[in-house]
């Protein structure tokens, strides 16, 4: 079965996606309920949100690091001109 949030193709056993950690939709039909189907669907749209408040926080510390960076040849605009220098 695929992952519903990043597609990834799960062994029929597993009952979270082992890529992101999301639950496996056919497993709702066990647990019952709309309402239980709302809980598992706001949590991982919390995982989801997190993740990207983490990945948020450590751009914005790169640039904070960039930006201080006293070699001023780079700067924020192109923080990763030094990556495609020829």
Known sequence: M???RC???N??????????GTRLRRDLASNGGSDRQAQIQNDDLR?????AAEQQAAT?????VISASP???????WAFCGVYAP
Request: glycine share 0%.
């Open 11 to 20: 062994p029929p056993q597993d009952k979270f996606c082992p890529e992101c």
């Open 47 to 51: 995982r989801a949100l997190a993740e």
């Open 7 to 9: 597609a990834q193709e």
């Open 60 to 64: 914005a510390e790169t640039l904070k």
């Open 2 to 4: 695929k992952c519903s």
């Open 71 to 77: 070699n001023t040849a780079c700067s924020v605009n």
